[in-house]
Nanobody
Framework: QLQITESGGGLVQPGGSLTLSCIVS????????IGWFRQVPGTGREGISC????????NYVKSVEGRFTISRDNLRHRAYLQMNNLEPEDTAVYYC????????????????????WGRGTRVTVSS
């Protein structure tokens, strides 16, 4: 059974850092594009970063570019989102998503592009 689990969320002060992990099971990660999304209550799910199957292509929404880094380790069935210089506006529930095959920089930040989702991990940035 395909399963995605996020971890690493928590409370952090502005300017701090967190690393989120996305652990997958039930499928071969190397065949899947991975995306990270976040959602604030009352708003839609925002695509913030994505990475191709081999990790060589990435894309970021402008609001996190230069602060967040997406990566993956296919052998360990994991993807990561390193978040630095966090701001209160980064407070949200963060989700990992997966889609089989065909990476597209144009599409990979769209939530409806993905077939599989985790349940999210909460990140709170506050002093």
């Amino acid at each position: 059974q395909l399963q995605i689990t996020e971890s690493g969320g928590g409370l952090v002060q502005p300017g701090g850092s967190l690393t989120l992990s996305c652990i997958v099971s039930g499928f071969a990660l190397e065949h899947y594009v991975i995306g990270w999304f976040r959602q604030v209550p009352g708003t839609g799910r925002e695509g913030i970063s994505c990475i191709s199957q081999n990790g060589q292509m990435t894309n970021y929404v402008k609001s996190v570019e230069g602060r967040f880094t997406i990566s993956r380790d296919n052998l360990r069935h994991r993807a990561y989102l390193q978040m630095n210089n966090l701001e209160p506006e980064d407070t949200a529930v963060y989700y990992c998503a997966a889609r089989a095959f065909d990476y597209s920089a144009h599409s990979c930040l769209a939530s409806d592009w993905y077939a599989y989702w985790g349940r999210g991990t909460r990140v709170t940035v506050s002093s």
